[in-house]
């Protein structure tokens, strides 16, 4: 027994005496220690990384084929979910969560351990996931001008951004449309630059407050329920010529800083953490090699302290065909001052491309080292190295009852009421809650893919309701009327339906199906079939009134002298019960248009200020309506 003890007493003082050896050789390294200067902890870290590290630090990639050993054999930086990228068709918050952090033990299991920046387009909510939150699409959002909202939106996307793993939203998108015709006008908020930068408030609600001991301008992320947001399309890509989608904006220096720029610089003094370059040129120069754009002016004259990404294979548009010559895509992307590429597939040739160009000296390595700097600034910035894993204590607040709320109340904020009733009569809204019969008609009544739009679990949405869960406005309907009311749906009634069918009044919501970019682009703007017909069925056979789900405002005029009462409802979301709200008069109206509704596609561009103006409804028009005693 005796021999045992000594035998034990003496192992353990080896152990003791082994570990304070290793102790005393461990060596510190700066870059893991969260109270050293973010300055220090760059360069530290930078000085370590070779070549390659560096150059997977500026990769994005779509997660499609990706594996954890993918990432830690190529030091792969950045991975994003692309519309309809997800883990499984569906998938719980859960399953996003346990899909990221397998992604993210990959590049933690690399020589220096540096996290994974997630990306995601949550552009109105965390569109693409299931059960999520979708919240109005910005054309609607500006006609609140209400920023403590957008805020407030901005803080539950994050919310539920972080609640899936991921911890970078690429939003908002600050262009400022001057062309309905472009397709993406619903993801702008006005044709005003100054409704436009009130708007940049989604920055602080998506990355939390600059804190007074903070820098305005250089990056911040304030905690695990905020992300990294991401100003976007570098500049000018809501001034294209036709509004076609990806062409040329050509623009004096005048216009480009007054109508074009002003938002930039919001976000940039509020710290946003990332600015994603434009498909689009700027008087022919394409944005993805604008080097004075984006290093002469955004960089040195801003002194823009995040970085700078690239759109969707956007390098790969610097030559006239989609991927041709792509080594001088990346040779000018690069040195224009582009970060981070999404690539997003072809990672091993664009590796090989850009590690030539660096040993050729094409590309110098302080362009390199800028690039990974800004990217660590960023990531240090987010307290990613300090909490790389996400676990599932936020997963249940994905869809929450609270976050669904504010929806429904940025939906009756962004309505807008441009007729009630004809010439003299009596206006129509609020509707009564106890009628004898109404009537709901039309394509966009109960249709959840369209009342949201594009960019919803699909890059260019769904039709109909399995999508994901929310109100459909005649659900919305059916949810607010007396019990004693009855309420018939039909999407496309004749005109002797419904002159047969005894109703006090008709509801009637049409529209555009969901779209998302160049599929958008549209040079007529027509009021899509069977819309008019619908229309012209109910309107004239009993009091109407109608809604209008779109991205844009489209040519009306022909259709309104039936309507009772016209209401532009934009592309809602999720919660549909915001316009029965308003409907009914539980709420007032209260939107101003953020757009100029033109009569005809022949008058466009047109914009407030613009000489000749002479629209439909002018932009700021609205009317207002009191609330129901029904």
Not at 278 to 298: E, P
Request: charged share 20%; proline share 6%.
């Amino acid at each position: 027994m005796a021999r045992t003890s000594i035998f034990l007493l003496g192992a353990l003082l080896l152990l003791c005496f082994w570990t304070s050896i290793g102790e005393a050789n461990t060596e510190y390294l700066e870059y893991k220690d969260p109270s050293a200067p973010l300055g220090a902890r760059i360069r530290d870290l930078i000085k370590r990384m070779t070549l390659q590290e560096k150059i997977g630090q500026i990769i994005q990639l779509d997660r499609a084929n990706m594996t954890a050993d993918i990432i830690k054999n190529y030091y792969i930086g950045s991975l994003l979910s692309a519309a309809g990228s997800v883990p499984a068709p569906k998938a719980s918050p859960q399953k996003w969560v346990d899909m990221v952090n397998d992604f993210q033990k990959g590049a933690l299991s690399t020589r220096l351990r540096i996290p994974l920046i997630y990306g995601i387009d949550a552009v109105h909510g965390h569109n693409n996931v299931y059960r999520a939150t979708i919240f109005p699409h910005n054309v609607g959002l500006g006609v609140t001008r209400d920023p403590d909202l957008i805020k407030r939106i901005g803080a539950a996307t994050a919310f539920e951004v972080r609640a899936t793993g991921i911890s970078y939203a690429f939003a908002p998108c600050i262009a400022v449309c001057r062309d309905p015709r472009w397709g993406r006008c619903y993801e702008s908020y006005s044709e005003d630059p100054k409704i436009v930068q009130m708007m940049t408030e989604l920055v602080p609600g998506l990355q939390g407050d600059i804190p007074a001991t903070g820098r305005k301008g250089v990056p911040y992320v304030g905690g695990k329920e905020k992300v990294a947001a991401c100003a976007k399309h570098y500049v000018g890509d809501g001034g294209t010529i036709n509004g076609i989608n990806e062409n040329n904006t050509i623009v004096s220096q005048y216009d480009l800083f007054h109508i074009h720029m002003p938002a930039y610089l919001d976000s940039i003094y509020k710290g946003v953490a990332t600015i994603m370059a434009s498909y689009s040129s700027l008087n022919g120069v394409k944005m993805h090699a604008n080097r004075a754009m984006l290093t002469g002016y955004l960089k040195n004259k801003l002194k823009f302290r995040g970085f700078i990404i690239s759109d969707w294979q956007g390098i790969d548009r610097i030559t006239p065909t989609l991927h041709e010559n792509y080594t001088y895509s990346i040779q000018e992307s690069i040195l224009a001052g582009i970060d981070m590429v999404m690539v997003p597939y072809n990672y091993t040739e664009f590796i090989n491309d850009i590690t030539t160009l660096i040993e050729k000296n094409v590309i110098p390595m302080s362009r390199i080292d800028d690039a990974v700097k800004r990217i660590l600034r960023v990531k240090f910035s987010m307290g990613l190295f300090e909490a790389p894993l996400t676990d599932y204590s936020l997963a249940d607040k994905v869809g929450s009852k609270e976050h669904r709320e504010l929806a429904r109340e940025a939906v009756r904020k962004s309505l807008v009421l441009l007729k009630n009733g004809k010439a003299g009569a009596q206006p129509l809204l609020p509707l009564p809650k106890k009628a004898p019969k109404i009537l709901v008609a039309g394509t966009h009544a109960d249709n959840l893919g369209y009342q949201c739009g594009g960019w919803t679990i699909e890059w260019q949405g769904l039709d109909g309701n399995n999508l994901t869960e929310g109100t459909t406005i005649l659900k919305a309907i059916l949810n607010t009327v007396d019990p004693s009311t009855k309420v018939v749906y039909k999407k496309e009634p004749t005109s002797s339906f419904v002159k047969s069918g005894g109703f006090s009044h008709a509801i009637v919501v049409v529209g555009e199906p969901p779209y998302a970019e160049t599929k958008g682009d549209n040079t007529n703007l027509t009021l899509p079939l069977p819309g008019p017909d619908t229309i012209q069925q109910v309107c004239g056979e009993v009091k109407c009134v109608v809604i209008v789900i779109s991205g844009r405002p489209l040519v009306i005029e022909p259709y309104l002298a039936k309507m009772d009462a016209l209401v532009a409802a934009w592309l809602p979301g999720s919660e549909g019960q915001g316009v029965a709200d308003v409907l009914f008069g539980d709420y007032g109206f209260t939107g101003k248009l953020a757009r100029t509704w033109f009569k005809r596609v022949d008058q466009l561009p047109m914009n407030v200020g613009d000489p000749n103006y002479d629209p439909m409804f002018p932009f700021g028009f609205g009317l207002t309506t009191t609330l129901s005693s029904s």
